[in-house]
Nanobody
Framework: QVQLVESGGGLVQAGGSLRLSCAVS????????MGWYRQAPGKQRELVAA???????SYADTVQGRFTISRDNAQNTMYLQINSLKSEDTAVYSC???????????????WGQGTQVTVSS
């Protein structure tokens, strides 16, 4: 059974930093694109950063220059370094992975349960 588990969230003051992790476990053949999403209260979930299998990153305009996404393919783990945190970054951050569990099988979306990031001003 595939599981995605996020960690690293918490309460931090504005201007501070956090590093989120997303560990993928279970029987996995291949992980394609991975991404970090966030959902603030009363708002739609948004993609903040994504990274391809070969490490090519992309970012939402709102986080460009402050967030850095990375991944360790050997450990099936993805990271999100968040710097210069702002109050508007407060949200539940969830990781997503597009992966195949068996060689040659289709790729499907898998999600973690999320980790809360709260920024105090």
């Amino acid at each position: 059974q595939v599981q995605l588990v996020e960690s690293g969230g918490g309460l931090v003051q504005a201007g501070g930093s956090l590093r989120l992790s997303c560990a993928v476990s279970g029987s996995i053949s291949s992980i394609n694109t991975m991404g970090w999403y966030r959902q603030a209260p009363g708002k739609q979930r948004e993609l903040v950063a994504a990274i391809g299998r070969m490490g090519s990153p992309s970012y939402a305009d709102t986080v460009q220059g402050r967030f850095t996404i990375s991944r360790d393919n050997a450990q099936n783990t993805m990271y999100l370094q968040i710097n210069s945190l702002k109050s508007e970054d407060t949200a539940v951050y969830s990781c997503n992975a597009i992966l195949a569990i068996v060689y040659g099988s289709p790729y499907y979306d898998y999600w973690g349960q999320g980790t809360q990031v709260t920024v105090s001003s």
